[in-house]
């Protein structure tokens, strides 16, 4: 099987077996609306239904991805039925992902799905179940991690997979989105987010933090043990998620990831924070005042001069891979999430269309959701590091 469609040129000549010469894309939530313009980017790809719970999210995303009005749903078993698409692209709430993820693969569709991947350890035993025996005809499911396509954070990748940061042992990642104002709904109810997102203690909302980082050391990379720990509850008492949490995670090749969570605290946004450090390197991202990421690459050696200065990430440019530079670079740009809403789209579509393998698979899906489902025991358990399960 060949490597991963983000991990080389995703714009290969020719199709292989597997390979269609179009794809009918379903957008079901109203933050598939997202997916919109990687969509649209990729020749013989057509956005053929929406679906929606609510008329007026139906309604716009509808008009956003020109489709009548006739293909509107407001229900997804008789969209699947009606519309018959090729493939979805979840945009829902957490709860409803592994869900609509496994009715749309049980029916041969493949799925492009939002994180997090599910909401129990039993979901992803059930979706990884789904997800494999779909593939054996051929049919894909791919997690939507926009933070694995930054454009930052892939030349961190590319440089990390030739060797710049020589062994890398330790990682951080953070997600420092002040999200109150997405707890409740104008007439106080609670929204999913509440429930789901904070209606529970733990890292449940860590793979923009923990995806990339784990890329970073190699595509088979994973958490074998978390364990989590809590400020207290602080600027929200009717809510039970800690104002910040950390989530220490030792992985199966013995590197060290720290996780902060924090969708509480009042404070300015600092949702995509990371550091990388290995034995001939280290990167930073930019923070607060510092605008630019950074990088050190030198010697296994003391410096007892103290001589060590950081560079701008950027003058690695060259090390990026090809299909982040060429024709579509530009129209990524103007994609949320740094581009990364764009391409995961488009390398969604690209590697369906061609026969390939998805970028992040079942297997890299789980690898990325488990880890946070396991810290909501640890936390539970005063801190208590805890077996990651393999699925």
Not at 68 to 83: F, P
Not at 157 to 175: D, I, K, N, T, V
Not at 202 to 209: N, W
Request: net charge negative; with cysteine.
């Amino acid at each position: 099987m060949q490597a991963p469609a983000v991990y080389r040129d995703v714009h290969t000549n020719g199709r292989e077996a597997g390979m269609r010469e179009t794809l009918g894309v379903a957008l079901v939530g109203k933050r598939a609306g997202a997916f919109i313009a990687g969509f649209s980017a990729t020749p013989d790809v057509r956005i053929v239904a929406v679906c929606d719970r609510e008329a007026s999210a139906r309604d716009a995303l509808g008009t956003r991805a020109g489709v009548s009005a006739e293909a509107r749903y407001s229900d997804y078993g008789r969209m699947l039925a009606d519309a018959r698409p090729d493939a979805v692209a979840i945009g829902t709430p957490m709860d409803l992902h592994a869900e609509q993820s496994i009715i749309a693969l049980g029916l041969g569709i493949h799925v492009l799905c939002e994180v997090t991947a599910a909401v129990s350890i039993d979901e992803c035993r059930v979706l990884a179940s789904t997800a494999r025996r779909a593939a054996l005809s051929g049919v894909q499911y791919m997690l939507a991690e926009n933070a694995c396509f930054r454009r930052e954070l892939v030349l961190v990748r590319a440089l990390a997979s030739s060797g710049r940061f020589g062994r890398l042992y330790y990682a951080e990642g953070e997600y420092l989105h002040d999200v109150k104002h997405l707890h409740r709904n104008a007439d106080g109810t609670p929204t999913w987010r509440a429930t789901w997102q904070v209606g529970k203690r733990g890292a449940t909302y860590a793979t923009h933090s923990l995806g990339p980082v784990l890329d970073w050391f190699g595509p088979d990379s994973r958490v074998e043990t978390v364990a989590c720990h809590g400020t207290g509850v602080w600027t929200d008492p009717d809510l039970p998620h800690d104002d910040s949490c950390l989530m220490i995670c030792n992985l199966a090749n013995g590197g060290l990831v720290r996780i902060r969570l924090d969708m509480m605290s009042n404070r300015p946004e600092s949702a995509s924070w990371y550091q990388a450090q290995g034995t001939l390197g280290v990167y930073e991202a930019a923070r607060g005042s510092a605008p630019n990421p950074v990088v050190w690459f030198g010697e296994n050696a003391p410096d007892p001069k103290g001589s060590r200065r950081w560079g701008s990430l950027w003058d690695y440019e060259d090390a990026l891979p090809a299909w982040m530079t060429g024709s579509l670079a530009q129209a990524a740009t103007s994609a949320g999430h740094g581009g990364g809403d764009f391409w995961v789209a488009h390398t969604f579509a690209d590697a369906i269309l061609k026969g390939i393998p998805v970028p992040i698979g079942i297997d890299r899906a789980l690898a990325f959701t488990v880890p946070g489902l396991v810290s909501e025991a640890s936390i539970a358990a005063g801190g208590m590091p805890m077996q990651v399960p393999v699925l």
